[in-house]
């Protein structure tokens, strides 16, 4: 039996619900062999309200683990959090030679609990290295604002004009995550393929329990891809994955409770709805 082969570039949450936790137990649950690529470690402080720190990977160790990762003929890889500019170059110039296609990028700019940009200079590196390897760009409401110039993001209306100025960064298929902050009665996302706009709505969860939540639906849109699926297809059963994910959230401890990841294979999915708008 041969498993498709699917490679995380991202950082490694301690904590174990974000980063390349979520991405490689989120490969898992789709059948692929995933392996990683470390650019950062982020720690959390149990003495100072779990406040993250952040501790790059050293380049040229950054480097070797592409070249192993490359070495093996990946067939599907995202990104996640590249914490420097020098990082995101490499890593960007790595997936332009390897040929790959099917390429998701995550534009982490934030960590979960954390209400600023990590790193506001990285965007026009993301914008110049990432975008155009891009098959699919997933940011949420803060990153996609950033990426498009938009600032904050509050309607549909805003996430479509944002996705529009993203795409003409690159990006083949733009995905915009909704979250609290979107002003709609429903769990929204948008995907933009250049042409049309489809909104993908699901109840919402009445829960704080989703850490994790955005790593893991750019993760398994990467292993669909992997997998055979159209962009479409990866994006819409992506988005169910997780949405069965956040709905069995559950406490780590006092600070944060990330998705469930083997949701999806145990207990009843939610129905997306797809609207073209």
Avoid: R
Avoid at 51 to 66: E, F, K, N, R
Avoid at 149 to 157: A, D, F, I
Avoid at 189 to 207: A, V
Avoid at 241 to 267: C, D, R
Wanted: aromatic share 6%; charged share 20%; hydrophobic share 40%.
């Amino acid at each position: 039996m041969t498993l498709k082969k699917t490679l995380t570039i991202a950082g490694s949450d301690t904590s174990g619900g974000a980063g390349i936790q979520a991405d490689l137990k989120t490969f898992q649950e789709h059948g692929t062999y995933g392996m990683n690529a470390l650019t950062v470690i982020v720690t959390m402080d149990p003495e100072n309200g779990w406040s993250h720190g952040i501790h790059p990977i050293a380049l040229d160790t950054v480097d070797a683990q592409l070249k192993t990762a490359f070495s093996t003929g990946v067939d599907a890889l995202k990104t996640g959090m590249l914490p420097t500019v020098d990082i995101i170059e490499m890593a960007g110039k790595a997936i332009a030679d390897s040929g790959i296609k099917d390429v998701v990028i995550d534009p982490v700019m934030a960590c979960k609990g954390e209400d600023e940009v990590l790193f506001p200079e990285n965007v026009d590196a993301m914008i110049k290295y990432l975008l155009p390897n891009a098959k699919v760009v997933t940011p949420n409401l803060v990153e996609a604002g950033q990426l498009s110039g938009k600032g904050t993001l509050q309607t549909v209306e805003d996430m479509q004009a944002a996705a529009e100025k993203i795409h003409a960064h690159g990006a083949e298929f733009v995905v915009i995550k909704g979250g609290k902050q979107l002003k709609h009665d429903k769990a929204a996302d948008l995907l933009f393929d250049g042409q049309k706009h489809y909104l993908l709505t699901s109840e919402k969860t009445d829960t704080s329990y989703n850490h994790g939540a955005g790593c893991t639906f750019a993760a398994a849109i990467t292993a669909n891809l992997a997998n055979g699926q159209s962009v479409k297809d990866a994006v819409l059963n992506g988005k169910i994955f997780v949405a069965t994910a956040i709905q069995h959230g559950w406490k780590l401890n006092e600070y944060v409770g990330p998705v469930m990841h083997g949701a999806a294979s145990k207990f009843t999915k939610p129905k997306v709805e797809v609207t073209e708008l």
